[in-house]
């Protein structure tokens, strides 16, 4: 009897985990976050044309303020799923008294959690505009909606709501969701980002728009997906300035720009070279190349030991003038996996 008893309890647990699992996926179908290939996020076609000719913008993947620099993380090849709460809140408060500091004209910023278990429901998005920036001047699209992340088993992610987010000092005539296309198999794509690019289209004093994208592309993809989103990227970017608009293209491309040679990479994470000649002749490609912009966080940060990369910059079209370089913001990855990079452009 007693050797029989093992598997009455197997047979008894495989039959309440079925249903309970199926249920579970039925749910999480339901729940899935479907988002249209084209959303439009604010209109306001009587928006002043005040923007000025040089702009100053920086972008900053913040890592939703879970990944200083003493933290590493699961998916990348570490062990941690979620730091303390306390290292949240220290993050954000890096964050923000950085950007206070360094406000410019835009800010790009990119996986900033408004609702999610890994960042104890802190809503970061109202945390950094603050009283600084109105509903007029902040946007903010989703790219990472779940209702529950089973992964991993022991200690899954659960909930997750985050996405890209555009800061700006004036207001805009309109803005725009553009989803990428997913390529992922069911049911892995409804636990998965949806990916996508933020368009913020600006009336400048010369009568012409201007185009700022804030994009943030796949980083473990295979080469069909990454290479589908580079692919609408770029035809995007050379409509807007083919109709005459000024375009800049920022963000976190988990790419590395054309010219950069370091091809630092992990077991989980490959930064591709985007090619010198996926963008026509005179198309600008702004980055530093003397500080890397991100560090793999497959492990707790070591400068000099451990690896970074550069995949976080901009695009500029032939009608802009790049003044200077990028310049990256060189804080040692303190509050997140990411530095910031800024640079100056010139409407011409």
Not at 49 to 71: E, F, M
Not at 121 to 139: C, H, K, M, T
Not at 280 to 299: I, L, S
Request: proline share 7%; glycine share 6%.
């Amino acid at each position: 009897m007693n050797k029989r008893l093992p598997s009455y309890l197997i047979a008894a647990a495989t039959a309440l985990a079925l249903p309970a699992a199926l249920l579970f996926f039925v749910v999480a179908t339901f729940m899935a976050y479907r988002p249209a290939p084209q959303e439009v996020l604010y209109s306001n076609p009587q928006a002043p044309p005040q923007l000025p000719d040089t702009l100053s913008v920086t972008s900053w993947n913040i890592g939703y303020c879970g990944l200083g620099k003493s933290a590493d993380f699961f998916y990348d090849g570490g062990k941690m799923v979620r730091p303390p709460k306390e290292d949240i809140l220290k993050n954000l408060q890096g964050v923000n008294r950085f950007l206070k500091a360094n406000t410019g004209d835009f800010l790009l910023l990119q996986e900033v959690d408004v609702d999610s278990k890994r960042s104890y429901g802190v809503n970061e998005l109202n945390s950094i505009a603050g009283e600084q920036y109105d509903e007029s001047r902040r946007f903010f699209a989703y790219n990472y909606k779940a209702w529950f992340v089973p992964v991993p088993l022991l200690q899954p992610l659960g909930r997750v709501q985050a996405g890209i987010a555009t800061f700006g000092a004036r207001e805009p005539l309109q803005v725009v969701r553009y989803a990428y296309p997913g390529s992922e198999p069911y049911p892995q794509h409804i636990f998965l980002l949806k990916r996508c690019f933020m368009a913020c289209r600006y009336l400048t004093q010369s009568g012409k728009e201007l185009t700022l994208v804030n994009t943030h592309n796949s980083a473990f993809a295979d080469h069909r997906q990454r290479s589908d989103e580079m692919e609408m990227l770029r035809a995007f970017a050379l409509e807007e300035y083919e109709r005459g608009s000024y375009v800049i293209v920022g963000g976190d491309w988990n790419q590395t720009p054309p010219g950069y040679e370091n091809r630092a990479s992990t077991e989980q994470y490959t930064p591709y070279a985007i090619g010198s000649e996926f963008f026509p002749h005179g198309w600008q490609w702004v980055y530093d190349k003397t500080a890397e912009t991100m560090r793999f966080a497959n492990q707790p940060y070591v400068e000099g030991q451990s690896l970074t990369s550069v995949v976080d910059f901009f695009l500029a079209s032939p009608n802009v003038k790049v003044v200077g370089r990028a310049a990256v913001h060189r804080l040692g990855f303190e509050h997140a996996d990411h530095n910031p990079v800024t640079a100056t452009f010139v409407l011409k």
